[in-house]
């Protein structure tokens, strides 16, 4: 298996069902099944070498890695706290959030 093709099928192992059923729906395959079976079916369209399919999936991989905060600092320090991975960086930050006044329902 080509360089290429073995990092376009680790891309393809990564791909949550959402974007298995986008690549199959793109390529005019079956979208439904179990993630496995999807996994299956995009594996055997990698295998195709089509340029359109290909650049589909870097384009699917790279959407999804906008969608993961892997650009969060391991370490913050702010007013004497250490926040040491990204889950605590982001629950920092949803706690440091304003929330608007409720209103009333009358």
């Known amino acids: 298996m080509a360089d290429s093709e073995d990092q376009l099928r680790r891309m393809v192992m990564t791909f949550r069902v959402s974007e298995l059923q986008m690549l199959l729906g793109y390529a005019g395959k079956n979208k439904t099944g179990r ?53 605590d960086v982001l629950m920092k930050n949803a706690h440091e959030k304003q929330l608007p006044p409720k209103r009333s329902l009358r």
């Open 35 to 87: 993630k496995n079976e999807l996994q299956s079916r995009a594996i055997e369209i990698v295998r195709l070498r089509n340029p359109a399919i290909q650049a589909k999936i870097k384009e699917l991989y790279k959407s999804i890695q906008y969608d993961c905060p892997q650009s969060l600092p391991v370490s913050e320090k702010k007013d004497d706290k250490t926040y040491h991975n990204a889950f």
